[in-house]
């Protein structure tokens, strides 16, 4: 037996994260300089760099099989 996380849910996890995390800078950005181009620069830049980063990271851990914990379905 072994449990892995499809390409797929780490891109839709990744994606969703995203927002949030974006959102978040986006709006940080914006209360400290007041500047709506400047935070939605950064918004964009940052949506970009750390999408790639945190998809990588998702796909490294998912190989790390230390904490995963195996349970057997019906029928094994």
Known sequence: MHEHE?????????????????????????IFT???TLAL???????VLKFI???THERVWDRVT????????EGE
């Open 6 to 30: 499809s390409p797929v849910r780490s891109f839709a996890k990744s994606i969703t994260w995203r927002i949030l995390a974006s959102i978040t800078t986006f709006v940080l950005v914006y």
């Open 34 to 36: 007041g500047e709506i």
């Open 41 to 47: 620069g950064v918004g964009l830049t940052e949506v």
């Open 53 to 55: 980063l945190f998809f």
């Open 66 to 73: 230390w904490g995963k914990v195996m349970t057997k379905t």
